[in-house]
């Protein structure tokens, strides 16, 4: 499924740097010719740990997740709408992904350079969202950029003087009331590019080091795909376990053609169980065995985590 998420903000708040940290996790990457105008492509895998668990579990093979694309899109300036900065173009490029990630620069550092006065988040979030109210009124008839679903990254510095650690600090407290109904994540892009090349083990040394125990880039890969009205079902068995893709209320015939369209125009029925009881149960012949895996026909809505066979004419 070719749904996109562009990755917006202001020059240097770290768009950059955070598209560098998720393509580490990519399972393609595609660097158009550029010269910091076009967009760069990478399909991130998505980390899921039903997914690896039912590999395990099946002793599958191979072990295929789900994905989702992210495009960095250079930064817009006020006055994009106009043509400012080569803002139009910029602003082409957001017209054509589904959702937006929008970057937001949460720390003080007179080392970073910045194209504004003084580092406020609530006043760089709305020059973003002017602009592209702006276009949107300049091209009434193309596709709005506004309506976008949009999920805000907070990018911090390690060491640096950061918002979220001065509670009374009235631009965090602006910003938090602002995002009391949004999707947000907190990331340090700078660090995790820095551990993007590291092993696992070593990375979770590293992050102790830092005081970032979660993983900041799986957290946004999660929230980027949920954004997108996103979730995965499951196949498994020894020659593989694959995390298939479909928009959230999907049927079971819908979410077959993700496989092959005949297991959607010639859908029968569906066997499901939930990934965790499939687990529990020991094997599929004892799931069976418990009652645990259902028949769904062509009305069945599919629901995240279910582990599915499609049987079709």
């Known amino acids: 499924m070719a749904l996109s998420i562009g990755i917006v903000g202001l020059p240097n708040v770290g768009k950059s740097t955070l598209f560098n940290a998720l393509t580490k996790k990519s399972v393609l990457v595609a660097n158009y010719p550029f010269a910091t105008i076009d967009p760069s492509v ?8 039903r997914r690896e ?4 579990f099946s002793n599958s093979e191979k072990d295929i997740p789900a994905a989702v694309e992210f495009v960095d899109i250079a930064g817009l300036v006020r ?3 106009d043509g ?17 990630v929008h970057v937001v620069r949460i720390f003080d550092n007179a080392n970073i350079v910045s194209t504004q006065e003084a580092i406020n988040p609530m006043h760089d979030i709305e020059l973003i969202n002017t602009e592209l109210q702006l276009a949107d009124l300049g091209q009434p008839k193309a596709q709005p950029i506004a309506s976008k ?14 918002l979220d650690e001065n509670q009374a600090d009235q631009r965090w407290i602006a910003l938090m009331e602002y995002l009391k109904d ?3 994540v907190i990331v340090d892009a700078n660090v995790e590019h820095e551990l993007k090349d590291l092993h696992t083990g070593d990375k979770q040394d590293f992050r102790r080091e830092y005081g970032m125990f979660e993983d900041g880039i799986d957290a946004l890969i999660k929230a980027g795909y949920d954004l997108l ?3 995965s079902f499951f196949t498994t068995g020894k020659d593989e376990t694959r995390a298939w893709t479909i928009v959230r209320g999907s049927s079971a015939p819908k979410a077959g053609a993700a496989i092959h369209s005949d297991f959607e125009t010639k859908f029968i ?11 529990e149960a020991g094997s599929q012949a004892g799931a069976r065995e418990l009652g645990q895996i259902r028949t769904e026909g062509k009305e069945y809505v599919v629901q995240d985590g279910d582990v599915m066979e499609f049987l079709h004419g």
């Open 79 to 81: 006055g994009a709408s």
């Open 182 to 184: 949004k999707k947000y």
């Open 229 to 231: 009205g996103l979730i």
């Open 149 to 162: 679903p949009v999920l805000y990254v907070l990018n911090k510095e390690s060491g640096g003087h950061n």
């Open 42 to 49: 990478g399909v991130v895998a998505v980390p899921d740990e």
């Open 269 to 279: 029925r569906a066997e499901v169980i939930n990934w965790n009881k499939l687990i």
């Open 84 to 100: 400012e900065g080569l803002g139009n173009l910029f602003l082409q490029h957001i017209r054509e992904v589904d959702a937006i």
């Open 53 to 56: 668990k039912l590999a395990k």
